[in-house]
């Protein structure tokens, strides 16, 4: 039996188009660079992290609860922005991305906090082949809840068979499958576009 044809793709973005914006890496990374000790943060992390991705929180809230909660000797400015530096294209799959752009309807479908989403959709030029982001910050709620895969569905116009949701983990990738959508489980640029290929998105 042969799938529907497709016609949308929805795509993460966080390991997929890019790399992840503030994951457990990411953390890392910045929390080693400014010192702070680890164990800390993570426990104040864990507990506001919900909010931030749900935009029930600010940015700057986030970092007054998980940094700034006692004097450092660094700014917000500058943990901001290493913050920022964290994310890296990944070339390839963005070209795939761009290569199909005016011929599909495409949009994101992410968990991710609003300013650091607003950033990377500007220093990505995301917005140019993606039609609209359907995000945990704008639509208040997360993957891999069954919710926003049929609240992105709703606002598309798309029925669940005819939509392809590309994922780089497989609990997400299960959850669209769920709601009825199709679902590539992201490796590398090849697999994906063999994948697409084999689906007639190409």
Same mark, same amino acid.
């Given at each position: 039996?042969?799938?529907?044809?497709?016609?949308?793709?929805?795509?993460?973005?966080?390991?997929?188009?890019?790399?992840?914006?503030?994951? +457990?890496?990411?953390? !890392?990374?910045?929390?080693?660079?400014?010192?702070?000790?680890?164990? =800390?943060?993570?426990?104040?992390?864990?507990?506001?992290?919900?909010?931030?991705?749900?935009?029930?929180?600010?940015?700057?809230?986030?970092?007054?609860?998980?940094?700034?909660?006692?004097?450092?000797?660094?700014?917000?400015?500058?943990?901001?922005?290493?913050?920022?530096?964290?994310?890296?294209?990944?070339? =390839?799959?963005?070209?795939?991305? +761009?290569?199909?752009?005016?011929?599909? !309807?495409?949009?994101?479908?992410?968990?991710?906090? !609003?300013?650091?989403?607003?950033? !990377? +959709?500007?220093?990505?030029?995301?917005?140019?082949?993606?039609?609209?982001?359907?995000?945990?910050?704008?639509?208040?709620?997360?993957?891999?809840?069954?919710?926003?895969?049929?609240?992105?569905?709703?606002?598309?116009?798309?029925?669940?068979?005819?939509?392809?949701?590309?994922?780089?983990?497989?609990?997400?990738?299960?959850?669209?499958?769920?709601?009825?959508?199709?679902?590539?489980?992201?490796?590398?640029?090849?697999?994906?576009?063999?994948?697409?290929?084999?689906?007639?998105?190409?």
């Amino acid at each position: 039996m042969t799938s529907p044809p497709i016609k949308a793709l929805f795509w993460d973005i966080g390991g997929v188009l890019l790399s992840n914006g503030w994951d +457990r890496d990411q953390r !890392r990374a910045v929390v080693t660079q400014f010192g702070l000790d680890p164990d =800390d943060f993570q426990e104040r992390h864990k507990l506001i992290v919900p909010e931030l991705e749900l935009g029930r929180l600010s940015l700057d809230d986030y970092l007054t609860q998980t940094v700034f909660h006692v004097p450092r000797s660094f700014s917000r400015a500058e943990f901001v922005a290493a913050m920022q530096a964290q994310s890296v294209p990944h070339e =390839d799959v963005l070209a795939l991305l +761009r290569g199909l752009a005016g011929r599909w !309807r495409m949009y994101a479908l992410n968990n991710e906090s !609003r300013e650091l989403n607003a950033y !990377r +959709r500007r220093t990505f030029r995301l917005d140019t082949p993606l039609l609209a982001f359907f995000s945990s910050c704008y639509l208040g709620v997360s993957k891999p809840g069954p919710a926003i895969f049929r609240l992105a569905l709703d606002l598309a116009g798309v029925r669940p068979e005819e939509a392809l949701m590309i994922d780089d983990r497989l609990q997400n990738v299960e959850a669209a499958r769920s709601v009825g959508m199709q679902a590539i489980l992201f490796q590398d640029a090849g697999q994906l576009r063999t994948e697409l290929e084999r689906l007639g998105v190409s």
